[in-house]
């Protein structure tokens, strides 16, 4: 697997890969855009070494015409144009005419965006299904693809897989070589103790990770909506919480096969998300769980202050409500206070452990929610073997 640093790059032309996948609001404002952040090195790299450069990404899923207006990357284009203070020529289509006369006319350190891969999936899944002559009329746009969209490596689509597999000369950039030297330090027989801290809401997405983890960790600390499913499994009235009835079976199996897994000891409840809420240790009919309480923070702080490394993934309450983000901060607290290995995977906790302002005091924030736990659950990233 050739690393950016092992080719040469001067006078090239390059298509990388970037994973422009950022969250927007109503109004198509970028709420956050710290993977826009994270893929200068690889383009500034590449500008160093005079190179002219086509960049290609998908946002959000296109599913039908309408979405065109809201899935744009033009966007993209203007915040990245003012990160690198200078112009960033946007191409209104991943594919045709445009793109075919932009590319002709392309200079030494120009940089030109291509709208939306996935706006091609409306032909047809494209993008998606790895179309072959797509994926080899992006590969032909250039010398040299480097793949630096770690958030879609364990997807294979024809932006990052189909274009590899057509490429005369490939490499992995700064991203991605990052992101894989960073969570190896929790795949790869890790620092022990080793706590995992597991949140968010949906347990089938997790469980691969939990089943994989279960053996090398030393404590599995599960917050957020999540400890309700297992909560319930043991048997304890959960009132109105979110519960994922689909991983109750998995949940009781765990519980029962291990005794690393540590539950909260106390709640933030309240009837509905307009009402008061109240810290209990047990949860009342009606009631929801929508953070964890001050007990569990202690509890959660003993295992996570005796630990060399901690991953954690999903957030402890329901944080886009100011009133239940408290968990979530505390755990970010603790863990910026300690000189340990500490990675952070998964859409919402990395929004969150960057939005709260801590992102400098953790070793690694992953950019890639899936791909991020699909490595952890030991899998093989399509995106990155097909760089061999
Ligand atoms: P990640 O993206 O980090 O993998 P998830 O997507 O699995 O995390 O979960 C994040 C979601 O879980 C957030 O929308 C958050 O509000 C929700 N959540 C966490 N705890 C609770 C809770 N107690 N009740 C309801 N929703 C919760
Ligand atoms: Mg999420």
């Given amino acids: 697997m050739k690393r950016i640093e092992d080719i040469d790059l001067k006078n090239k032309r390059v298509i990388i890969r970037v994973d ?39 946002l959000g899923k296109v599913k039908e015409e309408k979405d065109k207006q809201t899935k744009s990357l033009k966007v993209v284009a203007e915040r990245l144009s003012k990160l690198l203070n200078k112009d960033v020529i946007f191409v209104k289509e991943a594919r045709g005419k445009l793109v ?25 899944k494209l993008e998606s299904g ?29 932006s990052n897989v189909g ?40 347990v089938s997405d997790k469980i691969g990770v939990i089943e994989n983890l279960i053996t090398k960790a030393d404590s599995i600390l599960i917050g957020g909506a999540m400890a309700y499913t297992f909560l319930k499994a043991q048997g304890n009235e ?10 109750l079976e998995f949940a009781k199996n765990m519980l029962k096969k291990t005794n690393k897994i540590i539950l909260p000891i106390d709640h933030v409840v309240a009837n509905d998300l307009n009402s008061n809420n109240a810290i209990k240790n047990k949860i009342e009919k009606g009631e929801i769980g ?3 309480g001050p007990k569990t923070i202690e509890l959660f702080k003993n295992y996570i202050e005796n ?21 979530t901060k505390a755990i970010c607290e603790i863990i910026s206070r300690l000189n340990i290995i500490s990675i952070v995977g998964g859409g919402d906790s990395a929004s969150c452990v960057i939005n709260m302002g801590y992102k400098d005091r953790f070793t690694h924030v992953s950019t890639g929610g899936g791909a991020s ?9 399509p995106g990155i073997e097909v760089m061999n």
């Fill in 307 to 327: 630990s060399k490394t901690v991953f954690w993934n999903g957030p402890m309450g329901y944080y886009e409500n100011k009133n239940y983000e408290k968990g």
């Fill in 130 to 158: 790895c179309d072959e002559e797509l994926s080899k009329y992006w590969a032909n746009l250039a010398d040299i693809f480097i793949n630096d969209a770690f958030g879609t490596c364990h997807r294979a689509h024809a």
């Fill in 20 to 58: 422009y996948n950022v969250p927007l609001d109503d109004k198509l404002n970028i709420i956050d855009d710290n993977r826009i952040r994270e893929s200068l090195k690889t383009i500034n790299y590449c500008l160093d070494n005079n190179c002219s450069i086509i960049l290609l990404s998908h």
């Fill in 290 to 292: 929508l953070d964890i």
């Fill in 238 to 247: 959960i009132g109105d919480s979110l519960v994922d009835m689909d991983s």
């Fill in 373 to 381: 736990l699909e490595l952890l659950e030991g899998k093989e990233l």
């Fill in 100 to 124: 075919d006369e932009a590319v002709s006319n392309i200079k030494n350190k120009d940089i030109i965006l291509l709208e939306n891969t996935r706006f091609l999936d409306l032909e047809g």
């Fill in 163 to 202: 274009i590899a597999k057509y490429s005369k000369e490939k490499c992995l950039g700064f991203l991605v070589l990052k992101e894989l030297d960073n969570l190896k330090l929790v795949t790869d027989n890790p620092k022990k103790p080793f706590t995992v801290i597991l949140g968010g809401a949906k």
